[in-house]
């Protein structure tokens, strides 16, 4: 069939099967690189993007947790504040993914997740506000802690000082009677002296300065009263009054009998006179030395008494400052069982109050008492909101880490798929360019080997039948020769210019299917680091 054709038949075959092979290679190059172009559309477009959203999403996730753990530990407002507006840019995330999830079909993953990661993140902020109130009210829970421990010291303060002023005033008080009561009983003595003196040596001038002495009892007993409130000790004062009357009276009788001359010449015996003396003396003297006695009995009693109240006063100081140290280093080493060991603190407090009512006598003493019992109840009271509000803060802070947990989990899966899809396209588009790389080595190579098949068959086609027209040219005139030598040159001339084409033409093609190959070859490698660059990506998310 080939050998029937014409020589411009031959040629033209031979330009159509080269442009055919050419055609082949473009369009099986334009169909990888339409390919890639859509993988790479969908790769921009769609897998790219959910990777960015998804990583913002969890930095500002992240970001969020540790300003507000950073509130959680130091209940500062500025924390609060940080934390939220982390929180609203994980909100503006998500309504960024919605909206991609919306264009693009294909993102599967990030539409399973993204809802969760919503519901959790609003959950998250519903905790968050709980949160917030729960501080605030711990930190009103503290102010009736403040206010409770003041009460609780300036009652126990005013105590102590009304204690320690008593312990004073007491001894200043029962010294002065001690005193008073040791110089009634020293004028008595002395009276007696003078009287006894004055009888031994006859000497009525003795007598008369013992009666003078004790005139000036009065100013003592006066002054014995001014501190004196028990009627007991009142009705001895006055006994001894009576006493020291009584012995005067009987001195001035037996000073009367100094006018006869003669003792015992007056109205009264001497015997009489004396037993008189000594009975009243003896009752002056019992009464001084019994309120001597129980002057220094109350003394000791006052002296122990008050020594008690202080002591047991510096106890309930002591178990309260024990208690409010407890609950604060609680506090700052975020400790519950400080608090609930304060607590045990009550129940010795309840133990000092009933003691110290016990030998309080004073209505201001024993409502500052009241008023300083009251005081710890209340801050019993403060401490069991505190340790309450801080279990609901526990709960709410293992609330809010499982829900930040729910986004952060949703977020890493949404952008560690998005990467493994990225990953599959680029290895898609590195195989097919590759494959298209060799198809058109292959094609070039086929091209070539066709086309030298072509132009020897062609050529052998018409130089065949050249030959033999040689050999009948003898016969032909020397016109007829030139003329068909020109025509002869002239078709020679069209195989060359012939041949010339198609080698021109293979060049061409050639030299196209290595400029597509080059290509691919280039975006093979640019896909290949895309790739490589999508792995980092992938562990920094890992991480």
């Known amino acids: 069939m080939f050998n029937t054709m014409g020589t411009g038949t031959k040629i033209t075959v031979g330009f159509v099967s080269l442009i055919a092979i050419a055609m082949i290679l473009g369009g099986l190059a334009i169909n990888k690189m339409g390919q890639v172009e859509e993988s790479s559309t969908q790769l921009a477009q769609d897998y790219v993007p959910e990777v960015q959203i998804a990583n913002g999403i969890q930095r500002d996730a992240l970001r969020a947790m540790f300003e507000n753990r950073g509130y959680n530990y130091t209940e500062d407002e500025e924390f609060l504040n940080k934390g939220k507006a982390y929180l609203e840019e994980v909100k503006k995330g998500i309504e960024e993914a919605k909206e991609l999830v919306k264009r693009s079909p294909h993102l599967v993953k990030l539409k399973a997740e993204i809802d969760e990661v919503e519901q959790s993140t609003l959950g998250y902020l519903s905790l968050l506000d709980k949160t917030a109130l729960e501080v605030r009210e711990i930190q009103g829970d503290r102010g009736e802690l403040d206010t409770a421990a003041a009460n609780y010291m300036k009652n126990c303060s005013e105590f102590l000082d009304g204690q320690n002023k008593a312990f004073e005033t007491d001894l200043q008080e029962r010294t002065e009677k001690i005193d008073t009561v040791v110089a009634i009983n020293n004028l008595g003595n002395q009276a007696r002296l003078m009287n006894f003196k004055g009888q031994a040596k006859q000497d009525p001038t003795y007598i008369q300065k013992a009666i003078e002495d004790l005139n000036g009892l009065t100013d003592l007993t006066s002054e014995l009263r001014k501190v004196t409130h028990l009627e007991d000790d009142l009705a001895r004062i006055d006994q001894t009054e009576g006493a020291a009357e009584q012995y005067k009276t009987a001195m001035e009788a037996f000073l009367g009998t100094f006018q006869y001359g003669d003792i015992g010449a007056g109205t009264y015996s001497v015997e009489e006179i004396r037993n008189q003396m000594d009975a009243s003396a003896a009752i002056f003297a019992q009464n001084c030395q019994e309120f001597f006695t129980r002057q220094i009995a109350a003394l000791k009693t006052d ?84 340790l309450e509000q801080w279990g609901h803060l526990d709960e709410l802070e293992t609330e809010r880490v499982a829900a930040a947990n729910t986004v952060l989990d949703g977020a890493n899966q949404t952008a560690t798929a998005g990467i493994t899809n990225t990953q599959n396209i680029a290895n898609s588009a590195v195989e097919a360019l590759s494959s298209a790389s060799h198809a058109m080595i292959v094609g070039l190579i086929v091209a070539l080997v066709i086309g030298i098949v072509l132009a020897f068959f062609i050529t052998r086609s018409i130089t065949i039948p050249l030959k033999g027209i040689f050999p009948s040219l003898k016969t032909f005139s020397a016109k007829e020769l030139q003329e068909t030598g020109q025509k002869l040159k002239d078709i020679v001339s069209g195989v060359t210019q012939g041949s010339d084409q198609v080698a021109s033409a293979s060049d061409q093609i050639a030299c196209a299917s290595q400029s597509i190959a080059e290509g691919a070859t280039e975006q093979a490698s640019s896909l290949q680091q895309i790739s490589s660059s999508l792995e980092e990506m992938e562990a920094i998310t890992q991480q």
């Not at 045990?344 to 407090?349: C, T, V």
């Not at 309080?360 to 401490?383: G, H």
Request: hydrophobic share 40%; aromatic share 4%; charged share 35%.
């Open 303 to 386: 002296m122990n008494e008050r020594h008690a109240k202080i002591t047991i006063v510096n106890d309930i100081i002591d178990v309260g400052n024990d208690t409010r140290i407890k609950v604060w280093k609680a506090q700052a080493e975020r400790d519950p069982e400080g608090i609930k060991e304060a607590q045990k603190n009550f129940d010795k407090m309840a133990t000092l109050f009933a003691d110290l009512r016990k030998i309080t006598r004073l209505e201001k003493d024993i409502q500052r008492i009241d008023d300083t019992k009251t005081a710890s109840e209340n801050y019993a009271l403060a401490m069991g909101a505190v």
